[in-house]
């Protein structure tokens, strides 16, 4: 009888959700703890991952140490955005399964603080990591991996195998009326050996122009210099006199791709940031479906996938408190199946996504969003 009435007090006793510094701060203390732990941890595997994979093309070149090092770091950040989520996860589920364990967390609700309220530093922390790997997958990684490429080709001797990705290049605008060829396709102002061809609507060739030099500006438009041009008749199949010029202009009202347009288009679409993905579906009005289909699943799986981060705190508190009472090994691998499936499906949607097989949307978004009702849904059950 004494313990019910017990119960009952505690039942009564008022919510509290304003800031509690101590409380705050040792919670933040104890998952920063286990967070850089993990994420130390993490690193070092991927490292050694890399390290398996790459090492001997590098002792075979006999590359320098210090290229070996560039290497491996400029790697780093497209490992971290795996691990991020992975560590956020853990490190939630290892502090509150602890918590549980000494009975703080019985001391904490009885006290009348929820656990959502104890646990609003680790919050906090999932939604800096959340624009953290915003800013990673946007800024950084895309300029890391090309740069990790580029000293990989160098230093093992194979940057003829990097070039070749620019010789002979070929590029089909959006819209499908011009077609380019490069010889040889550079970061440089000035292009060498180009040829455009300009078609009509019904698809037949219009004219072409071949030119010894070709550069652009964003005001003039394509000036090619030294070119040949040839219109071609109604049918596209018979060719008029060919004209020589000295200097000739394409302003971006006639030929609107750019060269940044050219060198995106050599790149695959994950290794683009969100923004140049954004710029090619908003300028591109006749992409065909299946371009489009992938550019879209990947801009919104670029819009969900720093939300796992988050994802992880809102999952780990409930689940952490539904299995206090078994330990914490039960609570971590509850962890890595969560973390586990969440990859698989956002991966098995992601590929079906591109292939034209789900709508974009519910293949970018579904899987964040069918595990945040998940998490809605275990928040609610317990009451926390």
């Known amino acids: 009888m004494f313990f019910k009435k017990k119960i009952q007090y505690h039942d009564n006793v008022p919510r509290r959700w304003g800031i509690i510094p101590t409380l705050d701060c040792y919670i933040l203390r104890e998952f920063m703890l286990y967070f850089f732990v993990l994420i130390f941890v993490f690193i070092i595997l991927f490292i050694l991952g890399d390290v398996f ?15 070996m090092i560039t290497y491996f770091l400029l790697k780093l950040p497209g490992n971290i955005r795996f691990i991020l989520p992975l560590s956020t996860l853990l490190a939630c589920m290892w502090t509150m399964a602890i918590f549980g ?74 819209d499908r009326k011009r077609t380019w060829l490069f010889n040889s396709f550079t970061d440089e102002k000035q292009q060498q050996n180009v040829m455009l061809k300009k078609y009509r609507n019904d698809g037949t060739l219009e004219w072409d122009i071949i030119a010894t030099k070709a550069s652009y500006d964003p005001k003039s438009g394509w000036i090619f210099e030294d070119l040949t041009v040839t219109t071609y008749s109604k049918d596209g199949l018979m060719p008029k006199s060919p004209r020589k010029l000295r200097r000739l202009v394409k302003s971006p009202a006639e030929v609107q791709e750019t060269p940044q347009n050219i060198l995106d288009a050599i790149k695959a679409p994950e290794d683009l940031p969100s923004w140049v993905i954004w710029n090619l579906l908003k300028n591109a009005k006749n992409m065909p479906q299946k371009r489009s289909n992938m550019y879209w699943t990947i801009l919104f799986n ?39 499936a969440y990859q698989v499906s956002s991966e098995i949607c992601l590929v079906l996504g591109k292939r034209g097989h789900l709508n974009p949307a519910i293949a970018g978004l579904g899987p964040t969003i069918c595990f945040i009702v998940f998490g809605w849904y275990n928040v609610v059950k317990q009451k926390i």
């Not at 994979?53 to 290229?67: C, E, G, I, R, T």
């Not at 330990?327 to 199946?337: F, N």
Request: positive net charge; proline residues 2%.
């Open 53 to 67: 994979n790459d090492l001997s093309d590098f002792l075979s070149a006999k590359a320098k140490f210090s290229s």
């Open 101 to 174: 364990k000494h009975m703080e967390v019985t001391a904490m609700r009885a006290s009348g603080v929820s656990l959502f309220r104890c646990a609003g530093s680790i919050l906090m922390v999932g939604l800096i990591i959340t624009g953290l790997t915003f800013w990673l997958n946007e800024k950084l990684i895309p300029y890391s991996e090309q740069e990790a490429e580029t000293v990989f080709f160098t230093a093992t001797n194979n940057l003829d195998k990097l070039m070749r990705k620019r010789n002979m290049l070929t590029y089909r605008s959006d």
């Open 302 to 340: 670029r819009i969900a996938f720093p939300w796992a981060c988050f994802l992880a705190v809102f999952l780990g508190i409930p689940l952490a408190t539904k299995n206090e009472r078994s330990g914490v090994i039960l609570t971590i691998i509850s962890a890595v199946v969560i973390i586990i």
